[in-house]
């Protein structure tokens, strides 16, 4: 039990953080409460070197916990800067005026927390070695980012995007959780590792395969895949920009995470070579990567709102993540399906927090004369004549969304295009391939509007906000998609470890597992022939 | 695979019951029942006083956030029981023990901690 | 020195090696000063810091180097690995990973680049702090102190490398900071242009380059140089046994060679070079003088072991550079711009160290570029006091008797040995350097190089003149000078006192002359202190890789003949048989060449732009001297020849373009969009379509996996 402790760590710091802030945000000196975010990012900074020390555990991933937590951390912490000035920024002007300070009208301090608790959950998704685990983990993640949509910015729009959210988050997470019971209902346990004992001996009974595509379905709400997409681009648009580029990373993350351990449970070892997953889930997952795909471009193609175009693009990334799912883990950094997609999940949240940290800091003067944010991609227009460093950021990044070598986007895409044709999943590579092309036609218009565009002489400039931190998440990423290039192959070589099955796994299985599963006597299982 | 789809089948007589149950009680009730129709029949509250004023009425919203706190710790408290009567199996002074205090320690932690947030939200002011 | 199969060899199984990684500062320290400038910028800092930082940080990665040289110079070639810079895989077999890392190779020929490019990087940096000066207010100065550090921190990648990827990287960085220096004034056309110049002539160059590296992975299936070498070993094993090598070692050397005559400016790619001079003059002085321009040399020699192999790329290294050593010098000869002169004496010098590889003497090249790198140093940043102190003028003709005017001796005394130094008089550094070369190529075996070593020569005759031709005109004879354009005060057209007062040289720009003359003189030292492999410098070399395969092919083909002889030359020492008489013949040839300069350049001289002697000499030698003034009309040539049919082509592509490749792009956009407008009624934002949605996909998905399985 002590060992499994010991797997937390970064988890306790963030939970204790949590715990903290959520009661400091309520102090009535203004200093106390702005220390709220300087707490979070220590917590996140100490979880993120926490996680660099995670232990090596015996389980299918033996290294997963290290990078996968890391990563969390480490994009969290570059997302923090952009949530300054979100909550509050016009109460605590009034405050600072002299206004009585009232508790029950500030939010930075549960703001703050279920930042910190979503991540939390996120972490805990990769720490799970169970279906029950996992399935709090994932709400862990979710239930806060219902209310993180709701109050994120004092406008009708927001609320209605969070109670959307909430009430399809909620029929995903029932789809989802109707799965599990179905897999518990075919193999008898909810310990993942004893359902990949059952189903290595003894396949996928009909019920199993049901349960697992819908688990499949459910948690692609997650990643916000087809069919359960349809929220996307209503909640990005509604919530404020920061939130959507939270939103846009964590559940996506959790997601993923939660998807690699299911699959790890089946296994790559069907199919003719044995080397693939079984058919029914390769076809499930196969339809789902495709749709995902070719939605979320085609939609993105059409939209002149810019957030709404960063989440139809945010639906189209998560087919690419799917496509090395489906490619699984191979020997070699190349082959390794696994290790593409959580390095593209990397890959992705910088360069998308990059283009949501540069909305994030522009506003335009809304109908009502008060400065609302910038949303359409026409605000972008002219960008570089007021303000060429934010522009360049846009520009960089929308290059590395669309995989322009050399930006990171490239490399993320490389190895899922080189994981998926040593899977032999030629028909999925070119779908991949013109869905990036595709792609190519709406990134390039962010970069025009921002670089090459003048604005019309009677529009209003856009203003920037005085959120400085907004403006360094911009600068960060747009930094980091040129820089860490340099370090993408150190970052690829890590993403492979944290996906490479123990082959000792087996042994484990042997051993450790049949002492952890429940008996299986009380529920109706194959074992009768 | 055949077997593995006969052992649902008292689940599915359940589901096919419960479906039965429901409809047919409605049928039963609706070709059974009496129907009469009147004035007084047709009032609100068919053997009360008339009431007065609209229901939809305003409650400061403080009343929804002491019963939601309410509701909180008194689950938590309906929590304690099973926990409580567990205990009474372990000893307490081996591993397992501690690990047993120290789980539902940490869960009453989480609840001073909301206690204290709620308090310092002024949850409990009535002004 | 043991054999050098089993140097190769132990050098390939040598493990990467922690304890050295101290020695990653050497790239890094310019690096973080790149950073820190580029900062300083951003933050406005009108200071003379972002020079100082420069220098502090510049100087400590000399110190890092020297004592890594110091600690490990005799230990042979060293790896020390730093992080996966790249690694690209697609499949597990080999040849099918391309991996380059961030990773010093490290053998004697590494720190010797290393030690002269970190301590003139630091010198000259030290020297920039004074001379960039004006630009402080603009916030040129802390960008200009950010290219030079990136410039060392590039030049530090492409020689400390382990493999051809992060050479290349270096190379073309090298060149990016070539650009953006020489365009530093980028608010001057002239500037713009040559900058514009520089960096497409050295395209072509990095083709070849690219070309060569592409073809080294796919021949060897590796870019790292342990393991080509290890490689080249067996072939030339294979060789000596009277095999050949396969026809890719006898490309690649060739299309390695096209990268280093851009980056060197050798025939045909030297236009850039003397245009490049518009960049500020310690620009020219660190890159297009001393460093960069010597990447070319470091690339042969480096490869030295493969270009051996091919016979075809040694010749045409050889005429090359003979040929530009001889070109070159006769059109500094016609030139009045006296930073122009050392533009084409820095592209002639730099024939001799190719010329001096392609004859297999990479000790006589090493050594040249080195004295090279010092005295031409010297030279340059004389030339620039002179640029500084008189607003811009750089015309040897409005310029005259510099020496007796006060506060300019050390300038005065800095010329004068960068250009015996330069014309190679007895006893200087330049004297033992270009030397080394000739007499190797009267006897090293090859296609006409016994011609080669008269042209050299020749040359050296030539340098001689136009050297000291500058050093006379401009620093003896009346005293008389002129403001430059930049000078904006009373009209420049009045003598010396009336309305313009130069400004003499500081304590930054003296100092750095004074240490640079001392160092233009020891360099001549080394040649005498490890007398067994003719001076230290070529101690270095025998112990790199160059240095064995250069032994070792001595006696192999057609070469087997002369080997004797070419041994005896090579185990000869001082009195040896060739050097000998070329130290007699080059001290002569080069006095004659001085004499010529003082006779037609001193005699009757009444002011700046009279000597009777040599204008009577120009107008005899018509049209000659006037296209030789023109630089034998080269420019005009690829005008005609490249740029005007390119345009014509280019203008051609454009209609195609627009008429066909838009109309197919505007064609194959209109399908995804129809199809995204096909989705959108999906997305009309009601919370019940959204469920019916998610349910109905679910029910798809699950009919297709029960209808598929």
């Known amino acids: 039990m002590s060992e499994k402790l010991a797997l937390l760590h970064p988890e306790m710091v963030l939970f204790a953080a949590t715990c903290v802030v959520m009661v400091l945000g309520l102090a009535r000196s203004a200093v106390w409460r702005s220390a709220c975010a300087w707490l979070t990012g220590g917590a996140l900074a100490a979880a993120f070197v926490l996680a660099l020390r995670s232990p090596v555990t015996d389980g299918l991933f033996p290294h997963f916990l290290a990078y996968t937590k890391a990563m969390i951390a480490g994009v969290a912490l570059l997302i923090l800067p952009v949530m300054s000035g979100t909550v509050d920024r016009w109460y605590e002007?009034?405050?600072a005026k002299g206004a009585a300070f009232d508790a029950l009208r500030v939010t930075r301090g549960e703001f703050y927390a279920f930042f910190l608790l979503s991540v939390t959950g996120v972490m805990l998704c990769a720490t799970a070695d169970d279906l029950i685990w996992l399935f709090l983990a994932l709400e862990l993640t979710s239930l806060p980012t219902y209310i993180m949509v709701a109050i994120s910015t004092p406008r009708v729009r927001a609320q209605e995007a969070g109670v959307k959210y909430f009430f399809l988050g909620a029929l995903a997470a029932a789809t989802f959780l109707y799965g599990f019971a179905m897999l518990f209902g075919a193999t008898g346990s909810t310990s993942l590792d004893a359902i990949t004992i059952q189903f290595r001996g003894e396949g996928l009974s009909t019920i199993a395969t049901l349960g697992l595509v819908m688990a499949l379905v459910g948690v692609s709400f997650k990643i916000a895949a087809a069919p359960m997409h349809f929220y996307t681009a209503d909640v990005y648009q509604g919530a404020a920009s920061p939130v959507s580029a939270f939103l846009a990373f964590m559940p996506k993350a959790a997601g993923l995470i939660v998807l690699i351990q299911l699959l790890a449970?089946?296994?790559?070892?069907?199919?003719?070579?044995?080397?693939?997953?079984?058919?029914?889930?390769?076809?499930?997952?196969?339809?789902?990567?495709?749709?995902?795909?070719?939605?979320?471009?085609?939609?993105?193609?059409?939209?002149?709102?810019?957030?709404?175009?960063l989440a139809y693009s945010s639906i189209a990334h998560s087919g690419y993540m799917l496509v090395g799912l489906i490619a699984g883990p191979g020997g070699t950094v190349a082959r390794n399906g696994l290790a593409a997609a959580m390095f593209y999940l990397l890959c992705y949240g910088v360069m998308n927090l990059g283009a949501f940290a540069v909305l994030a800091s522009l506003e335009v003067r809304g109908r009502d004369g008060e400065p609302a944010e910038a949303d359409a991609i026409d605000d972008l227009r002219g960008l570089f004549r007021v303000r060429p460093g934010l522009a360049w950021a846009m520009t960089l990044c929308a290059l590395s969304l669309l995989g322009l070598p050399p930006l990171l986007g490239f490399w993320g895409k490389l190895v899922l295009f080189t994981s998926a044709i040593?899977?032999?999943?030629?028909?999925?590579?070119?779908?991949?391939?013109?869905?990036?092309?595709?792609?190519?036609f709406y990134y390039l218009r962010l970069v025009r509007a921002s670089m090459l565009d003048e604005r019309d002489p009677d529009a209003e400039r856009p203003i920037v906000t005085e959120a400085l931190g907004r403006r360094l998440a911009a600068g960060l990423s747009a930094a980091g998609v040129v820089g860490v290039v340099v370090f993408a192959s150190t970052l690829q070589s890590a993403s492979h470890a944290a996906a490479t099955p123990n082959p000792r796994y087996d042994e484990f299985l042997k051993v450790e597992a049949p002492a952890r599963q429940s008996p299986p006597a009380a529920t109706p299982t194959a074992r009768h022939n | 695979m055949t077997t593995d789809h006969a052992s649902y089948l008292p689940v599915l007589l359940i589901v096919l019951m419960a479906i039965a149950f429901a409809v047919g009680n409605i049928v039963l009730s609706r070709l059974l029942?009496?129907?009469?129709?009147?004035?007084?029949?047709?009032?609100?509250?068919?053997?009360?006083?008339?009431?007065?004023?609209?229901?939809?009425?305003?409650?400061?919203?403080?009343?929804?956030?002491?019963?939601?706190?309410?509701?909180?710790?008194?689950?938590?408290?309906?929590?304690?029981?099973?926990?409580?009567?567990?205990?009474?199996?372990?000893?307490?002074?081996?591993?397992?023990?501690?690990?047993?205090?120290?789980?539902?320690?940490?869960?009453?932690?989480t609840t001073v901690v909301a206690y204290i947030y709620a308090w310092r939200k002024g949850v409990f002011r009535f002004e | 020195m043991s054999d050098p199969t089993t140097m190769l060899l132990a050098a390939s199984a040598g493990a990467p090696d922690s304890s050295v990684a101290w020695l990653l500062q050497v790239p890094l320290l310019p690096l973080l000063a790149c950073l820190l400038c580029g900062l300083f910028r951003a933050w406005g800092v009108t200071s003379k810091l972002p020079g100082y930082t420069t220098v502090l940080l510049l100087a400590v990665a000399f110190v890092v180097t020297l004592s890594g040289y110091l600690s490990f110079g005799g230990h042979g070639a060293q790896v020390v690995h730093g992080f996966d810079w790249l690694r690209v895989s697609w499949g597990d077999g080999p040849g099918e990973t391309l991996s380059a890392g961030f990773s010093?190779?490290?053998?004697?020929?590494?720190?010797?680049?290393?030690?002269?490019?970190?301590?003139?990087?630091?010198l000259i940096a030290l020297y920039s702090t004074e001379y960039m000066a004006e630009d402080q207010k603009t916030g040129g100065y802390a960008r200009y102190f950010s290219f030079f550090s990136l410039f060392v921190f590039m030049m530090s990648c492409l020689v400390m490398s382990d493999n051809l990827l992060l050479l290349y990287l270096g190379w073309e960085g090298v060149g990016l900071c070539s650009y953006l220096l020489i365009g530093y004034h980028y608010t001057k056309p002239s500037a713009v242009a040559a900058a514009k110049k520089a960096f497409i002539v050295n395209r072509v160059g990095d083709l070849g380059l690219a070309l060569g590296l592409m073809l080294t992975f796919v021949h060897f299936?590796?870019?790292?140089?342990?393991?080509?070498?290890?490689?080249?070993?067996?072939?030339?094993?294979?060789?000596?046994?009277?095999?050949?090598?396969?026809?890719?070692?006898?490309?690649?050397?060739?299309?390695?060679?096209?990268?280093?005559?851009?980056?060197?400016?050798?025939?045909?790619?030297?236009?850039?070079?003397?245009?490049?001079?518009?960049?500020?003059?310690?620009?020219?002085?660190?890159i297009h003088a001393a460093t960069m321009v010597t990447a070319g040399v470091y690339l042969v020699a480096r490869f030295l072991p493969m270009?051996?192999?091919?016979?075809?790329?040694?010749?045409?290294?050889?005429?090359?550079?003979?040929?530009?050593?001889?070109?070159?010098?006769?059109?500094?000869?016609?030139?009045?711009?006296?930073?122009?002169?050392?533009?084409?004496?820095?592209?002639?010098?730099?024939?001799y160290m190719f010329l001096g590889l392609g004859v297999l003497t990479a000790t006589g090249a090493a050594y040249h570029v080195f004295t090279h790198a010092f005295f031409k140093a010297t030279l340059f940043l004389a030339c620039g006091a002179v640029m500084h102190g008189f607003a811009g003028q750089l015309d040897l003709r409005r310029l005259s008797g510099l020496a007796k005017v006060p506060g300019w001796r050390v300038t005065a005394v800095a010329m004068l040995v960068g250009c015996l130094c330069l014309a190679g008089f007895v006893g200087t550094s330049g004297f033992f350097s270009k030397?080394?070369?000739?007499?190797?190529?009267?006897?090293?075996?090859?296609?006409?190089?016994?011609?080669?070593?008269?042209?050299?020569?020749?040359t050296a005759g030539l340098t001689a003149y136009y050297a000291f031709r500058v050093y006379f005109r401009v620093f003896h004879g009346p005293v008389e000078f002129h403001a430059g354009e930049e000078h904006h005060g009373d009209d420049g057209h009045d003598d010396h006192g009336h309305g313009f007062h130069p400004h003499a040289p500081g304590w930054a720009i003296n100092l750095v002359l004074i240490a640079l003359v001392i160092g233009s003189l020891a360099a001549a030292a080394p040649y005498f202190i490890d007398k067994e492999h003719h001076g230290w410098v070529g101690g270095l070399v025998h112990s790199s890789t160059a240095g064995e395969i250069v032994r070792a092919s001595a006696g192999h083909g057609e070469a087997a003949a002369h080997a004797g002889e070419a041994a005896a030359a090579e185990h000869g020492g001082f009195f040896g048989d060739p050097h000998r008489w070329m130290f007699l013949a080059s001290s002569v040839v080069g006095a004659i060449g001085i004499l010529l300069a003082w006779v037609i350049h001193m005699t009757g001289r009444v002011s700046a732009d009279r000597a009777p002697i040599a204008d009577a000499l120009k107008a005899r030698l018509r049209p000659w001297s006037t296209l030789a003034e023109k630089k034998w009309l080269v420019d005009e040539l690829y005008d005609a020849l490249i740029r005007r049919p390119l345009r014509l082509l280019a203008h051609i592509l454009a209609l195609i373009d627009q008429a066909l490749v838009d109309g197919l792009v505007d064609g194959v956009g209109f399908a995804p969009r129809l199809f995204g407008k096909s989705l959108r009624p999906s997305q009309n934002g009601l919370l019940q379509n959204y469920a019916v949605g998610m349910g109905g996909g679910l029910v798809f998905i699950l009919l297709v996996v029960w209808a598929l399985s």
């Open chain 1, 422 to 440: 040593g899977a032999g999943e030629i028909g999925l590579v070119v779908v991949m391939g013109l869905n990036s092309a595709v792609a190519a």
């Open chain 3, 435 to 458: 030397d080394m070369i000739l007499a190797e190529a009267f006897v090293t075996p090859g296609p006409g190089y016994r011609l080669l070593g008269w042209i050299g020569l020749a």
């Open chain 1, 93 to 95: 002007r009034r405050v």
């Open chain 2, 33 to 109: 029942g009496p129907r009469r129709e009147g004035a007084v029949k047709a009032t609100t509250y068919e053997s009360g006083m008339d009431p007065i004023g609209g229901a939809r009425k305003r409650f400061n919203v403080r009343f929804y956030v002491l019963a939601m706190i309410f509701l909180v710790f008194d689950v938590e408290i309906i929590f304690l029981y099973p926990w409580a009567v567990s205990f009474a199996h372990v000893d307490p002074r081996s591993p397992d023990g501690a690990l047993f205090l120290g789980r539902v320690l940490f869960f009453l932690f």
């Open chain 3, 221 to 286: 299936g590796t870019l790292e140089y342990r393991e080509i070498f290890a490689r080249l070993a067996e072939i030339q094993a294979v060789v000596e046994a009277g095999g050949s090598a396969p026809w890719q070692v006898e490309l690649i050397p060739l299309l390695l060679m096209v990268g280093a005559f851009g980056k060197s400016a050798q025939l045909p790619l030297y236009v850039w070079l003397p245009d490049a001079m518009e960049g500020p003059t310690p620009v020219s002085a660190l």
């Open chain 3, 307 to 351: 270009f051996a192999l091919s016979p075809a790329a040694l010749g045409t290294v050889a005429w090359v550079g003979a040929g530009t050593a001889l070109l070159a010098a006769t059109i500094g000869m016609a030139q009045y711009d006296i930073k122009r002169v050392m533009a084409y004496s820095t592209v002639s010098q730099l024939g």
């Open chain 1, 265 to 309: 449970t089946v296994g790559w070892s069907w199919g003719e070579a044995g080397d693939a997953l079984p058919d029914a889930i390769r076809v499930a997952l196969w339809v789902i990567a495709t749709l995902t795909m070719t939605i979320g471009n085609t939609l993105a193609l059409l939209q002149s709102s810019a957030k709404r175009l």
């Open chain 3, 104 to 122: 010093l190779y490290i053998d004697s020929l590494t720190w010797l680049w290393m030690l002269f490019v970190t301590g003139l990087a630091t």
